[in-house]
């Protein structure tokens, strides 16, 4: 783990403010595997790099994290890791402001839980708003996301859509599934 840079003023909401630098990448994590049963495991390699920003009363993180690549052959050369998670946050105190975008690009998720049954997901998911009471009036939020792969034990499945809004009180939700499984 390498992480870098400085925060200030942090008793001051008005003046605090910093930038930190991260990156991390695992190598040998097989206790991980063995305290939880075999249930969770890191592959070793896998990496995470990520920016934060403190300015005043806003936040705002980058974070990506990237995953080794298996190959089927083991005299074959080794492959870099590929991004398959990025996530930008921006968070606002004053005025409870927010948005987060999030990407998974192919995840194999059996990597980090080797006994379940899921496999790729590939999806985005959009979320924007401002107040965090869901019963004030002036609260609003916007999502949505969708879900291109997804592989979960024998099923494929693929062309999911969400949207969802909030605004003075009225929710409205609409998902839609472009999928023969469906």
Sequence with gaps: V??????????DETRMGGE?????????MKFLNAMTDGNVAVPEGTSLDGKFI????KMEADLKLLQPQVTEHPDSLSLPPRQVV????????SNDAYLADLEVNDLD?????????????????HADGEGLDVFAPQT?????????????A??????????????????EALLTAKNPAM
């Design 140 to 152: 609003r939020f916007n999502v949505q996301g969708m879900v291109s792969q997804l592989h979960y």
């Design 54 to 57: 403190l300015a005043g009363e």
């Design 86 to 93: 990025s996530l930008f946050a921006q968070y606002d105190a």
């Design 109 to 125: 998720v059996s990597q980090f839980l080797p006994k379940d049954s899921i496999y790729e997901i590939a999806m985005k998911l």
């Design 20 to 28: 930190i630098n991260l990156m991390a990448e695992t190598e040998n």
């Design 154 to 171: 024998t099923y494929e499945l693929a062309g999911y859509d969400l949207t969802a809004t909030l605004e003075k009180h009225r929710m």
């Design 2 to 11: 390498d992480a870098q840079g400085e925060l200030l003023h942090l008793t």
